[in-house]
């Protein structure tokens, strides 16, 4: 029993060390979206860009962010954004694929231990053959 002590001790040291994974200081960034998806018809595009900035100022070249939707209890979609010329800025290409309320949050796509999800007020979209 004393020989199986120090051995389990030392796993657990191992496996928790395997696990654990360096948080970079200074771990958050902001996003910032070139419009909001007011007056959206169903299936036409928003097109928006999203600029993700480190601590909210330093522009993050190598970021990932996604836009997810979601309509009540159905399923996330999630659309990925291009690097444009602009450090730090990303294009989107969103569609709604059908009328009413949706959900929508940006993932940042900072770092996968500090990347977060940014939520936003929910928007309506309307019927294609209804919206202004």
């Known amino acids: 029993m004393k020989r199986l002590v120090p051995l389990v001790a030392a796993v657990a040291a191992l496996l928790s060390a395997g696990s654990a994974q360096a948080v970079p200081s200074g771990c958050w960034a902001t996003v910032g979206l070139s419009s909001l998806p007011t007056g959206l018809e169903a299936g036409r595009p928003w097109l928006v860009t999203v600029r993700v900035l480190q601590h909210g100022r330093t522009p993050l ?3 990932k962010p996604e836009i997810r939707i979601r309509k009540a209890a159905g399923r996330v979609t999630v659309f990925r954004g291009r690097p444009t010329a602009a450090v730090g800025s990303y294009s989107f290409r969103v569609v709604f694929p059908a009328a009413g309320r949706w959900t929508f949050t940006v993932y940042d796509g900072f770092v996968p231990n500090c990347a ?17």
Do not use: G, N, R
């Open 116 to 132: 977060a999800e940014h939520t936003f007020k929910p928007v309506m979209v309307a019927p294609a053959d209804l919206a202004p």
């Open 61 to 63: 070249a190598d970021a």
